[in-house]
């Protein structure tokens, strides 16, 4: 099941081409750009928890078989870390067109580690959007990540990503540890 978020991006957040702006990656953005950016930076967003509750039809599952990919979830405490990277307005493109699976772009305020601060967009899912999966338990997830594939790839290894990035950021997030050690251990 897939909802065609592309076109409601355009219109509900439209962007000039030659406008600069920052864009906030928390899931495969950390590790993957696959775009031109003018200069990226480790950053964090507070308020906000990754989960891998949404659905992917289209990257790393089928709709017959859909893989997990992240969100956001609001959490009034939790610190979400990430990458931020400034861009110019054309970008938003192609990340409408690669994301267009549920995603809607939000804004959102970036802390950098210098204390400063930015307004960016991120791409969220929520949960009204046709593909999202929701909570379910550790072990049927981690089952379901190892499980799938689709056209961008096996999504254990779009998990298993994120884990080193976030590592090698120095960034600690629970779920995605816990889903990466399950998941780690059931045969590909
Ligand atoms: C991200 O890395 O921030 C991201 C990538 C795809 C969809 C939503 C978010």
Known sequence: ????????????????????????????????????YLERRPAHIEGWARRFWQGSHDHRGTPEAPGRVATLIRQPGALCHGMAYRIAGDVLHGLDIREKNGYLRETTLMHFADGSHAEGLLYLATEDNAAFLGDAPLESMARQIAAAHGPSGANRDYLLNLATALEDLGAEDEHVAALAKRVQHIKA
Do not use: C, H
Request: charged share 20%; net charge negative; aromatic share 14%.
């Open 1 to 36: 099941m897939s909802l065609d978020t592309t076109l409601i991006n355009r219109q509900r957040m439209p962007v000039d081409d030659a406008a600069e702006l920052w864009l906030f990656g928390y899931g495969s953005l950390i590790w993957k750009a696959g775009f031109a």
